[in-house]
């Protein structure tokens, strides 16, 4: 189980090589936003330039009592739905099945808390395609939302767009197949994610990029645009550079904050082995904010592989460390700092779990700038629940008020609200493990 926005860029890599292998990742537990395995959607390649439909669409059930749950369910005539990231205005984004004639299809969706629009959904008007990447997005408080579409090749190709308007294609880097849009800053001025293509040899290349927003002045109006840049890795993407015998050519950016420092990682994946390495690393803006130099984050020596998922305006950055061999098996929540002394050099603190087992998976997927940390971790039988720590406290773990029988929150914003999304358990297959509903959506405040 690893974050599947890393998984995307394999398994489509695989798919298109292979059938079988295909078919080997289908049976593969998935880990990271989607809590269950792949559902299938019948999508179809929707018109890409349509305009996005911001719908009168009341969710079902939205709760504004003493219990600070909003229990979405799913976008009217949907089956499933999940939220990715929140506002500090208390605008959700995230993904879901929208119907279309003939059937359903996957598309980035949105939802107000408040206001006088809370509780309507809203929909991009664009498809995903049947895909892993729908769980990349995010959305700032000047309500930019970014994701990806699906290309007429095929591909995903980042994705930008605000509710009642077109939206626009960010591009994919060279000649690249493909690009995902990960994450976007509070100010909406830099967007984060990767880009990929397919080798000639069956492998895969998968750069990190971040698009950094940019004012052209037309007929006298400023029009926003977006720069394109290919951020460095370090060397460490060259054969045996972290690890003996392996090659890191997956690289992505997760979180961006509004100082334009980037988290995210590099990683390689071995589908004979079924074996992952992972490296975290920051990117820190220079030259004015026209290039980024990178660091690696510090690792620990059991588990030895690291994550980082997002960053805070403080430059705190959370994510995981994981393993399969030593002490521990699964992965802990982690938290970076930079050091007090040393400004330039960073330290890893890992968080506690809610099982305090010596196995489990345990990820901080958000972040906030009070230092409130969101994301999921799992019992005894490895079920998930959505989980907040805080950097200000790093003994406290605490489960979130999420409703169903596994949940995982994405997002945190600055109110001390955290989305994301709760299945419930509908059977049990032959050997006694839980089966699975469709996700559905649901933001909780804490604070």
């Not at 059938?19 to 179809?44: C, D, F, V, Y």
């Not at 009592?65 to 990231?85: C, I, N």
């Not at 598309?107 to 006088?116: D, N, T, V």
Request: proline share 5%; hydrophobic share 40%.
């Amino acid at each position: 189980m690893k974050a599947s926005k890393r998984c995307f860029w394999v398994l489509l890599c695989l798919s298109l090589v292979c059938s079988i292998w295909a078919q080997t990742q289908e049976k593969m537990p998935r880990l990271g936003r989607h809590l269950s395995p792949g559902h299938q959607i019948a999508n179809r390649l929707s018109k890409a330039e349509r305009r996005a439909q911001p719908g009168s669409y009341l969710a079902p059930a939205i709760a504004f009592d003493k219990s600070k749950t909003w229990d979405f369910g799913v976008y009217p005539g949907g089956t499933m739905a999940e939220l990715q990231s929140i506002n500090d205005f208390g605008v959700a984004m995230g993904w879901g099945d929208v119907p279309i004639e003939g059937g359903t299809e996957t598309r980035m969706i949105g939802i107000p808390l408040f206001g006088f629009k809370a509780g309507q959904w809203f929909e991009s008007g664009v498809s995903i395609g049947e895909d892993d990447s729908g769980d990349a997005g995010g959305i700032s408080n000047t309500t930019i939302i970014v994701g990806n579409i699906m290309d007429s090749n095929g591909w995903p190709e980042a994705y930008a767009w605000t509710p009642g308007h077109a939206g626009f294609r960010l591009g994919k880097y060279a000649d690249d197949d493909g690009s995902i849009a990960i994450s976007i800053n509070h100010s909406g001025t830099f967007i984060v994610g990767n880009s990929g293509k397919l080798l000639p040899d069956g492998t895969m290349r998968v750069t990190p990029l971040v698009w950094a927003s940019k004012a052209i002045w037309k007929d006298g109006r400023p029009t926003l645009s977006w720069e394109m840049h290919a951020l460095p890795t370090g060397g460490w993407e060259k054969p045996g550079a972290v690890f003996d015998g392996i090659t890191l050519n997956f690289w992505g950016g997760w979180g961006v904050n509004d100082l334009g420092q980037i988290a995210g990682d590099g990683w390689s994946y071995d589908p004979v082995l079924d074996e992952w390495w992972e490296i975290a690393v920051v990117w820190t803006p220079v030259r004015g904010g026209k290039e980024w130099k990178v660091q690696r984050l510090p690792a620990a020596a059991d588990p030895q592989y690291t994550e980082a998922l997002a960053i805070n305006d403080l430059g705190e950055i959370t994510g995981d460390v994981w393993g399969w061999a030593g002490n521990f098996q699964g992965a802990l929540p982690a938290l970076w700092k930079k050091n007090p002394r040393n400004e330039k050099s960073w330290s890893l603190k890992v968080l506690p779990t809610t099982s305090g087992l010596s196995y489990g998976w345990s990820v901080a997927w958000g972040i906030n700038e009070l230092g409130d940390v969101v994301g999921g971790s799992t019992d005894e039988n490895w079920i998930g629940k959505a989980t907040r720590w805080n950097t200000h406290d790093l003994h406290f773990v605490k489960s979130l008020d999420f409703p169903g029988d596994t949940s995982l929150s994405s997002g945190v914003n600055n109110l001390g609200i955290a989305v994301g999304s709760y299945q419930n358990i509908v059977s049990y297959d032959d050997d006694g493990s839980p089966i699975f509903g469709p996700s559905q959506a649901v933001a909780v405040r804490f604070r």
